[in-house]
Nanobody, 126 residues
Framework: QVQLVESGGGLVRAGGSLSLSCVNS????????MAWCRQAPGKERECVAA????????VTSDSVRGRFRIVKDNDKRTLSLEMNNLKPEDTAIYYC???????????????????WGQGTQVTVSS
């Protein structure tokens, strides 16, 4: 069973940093490939970072590369997104997503993931 819960969103000025966390209140954790995806008002949902279920490999989208970092800790059963040098265009609801065997193909495609959290709002002011 997978029940994802995000935390850590908030309001920050451009150039600032935030760290998001995701936990699974269900029984499984380590077997899932996971991702952080976001959706801004009037825009389609996009995945900005994904991580292999072991936590040993990750990828970020062009829009956040060099600024965001995804970390999956199977011992602590947490997924985090470290966001630096935030820009107003990063404003969105951020979601944690999980799925089995998603990393090898389509890892940044939102439609690939079966499980989603409720989301946490990130607002970046200029």
């Amino acid at each position: 069973q997978v029940q994802l819960v995000e935390s850590g969103g908030g309001l920050v000025r451009a150039g600032g940093s935030l760290s998001l966390s995701c936990v699974n209140s269900g029984s499984a954790w380590s077997v899932y490939d996971m991702a952080w995806c976001r959706q801004a008002p009037g825009k389609e949902r996009e995945c900005v970072a994904a991580v292999f279920w072991k936590g040993t490999s990750s990828v970020t989208s062009d829009s956040v590369r060099g600024r965001f970092r995804i970390v999956k800790d199977n011992d602590k059963r947490t997924l985090s997104l470290e966001m630096n040098n935030l820009k107003p265009e990063d404003t969105a609801i951020y979601y944690c997503a999980a799925g089995i065997d998603k990393y090898t193909t389509g890892r940044l495609l939102p439609g690939n993931y079966e499980y989603w959290g409720q989301g946490t709002q990130v607002t970046v002011s200029s």
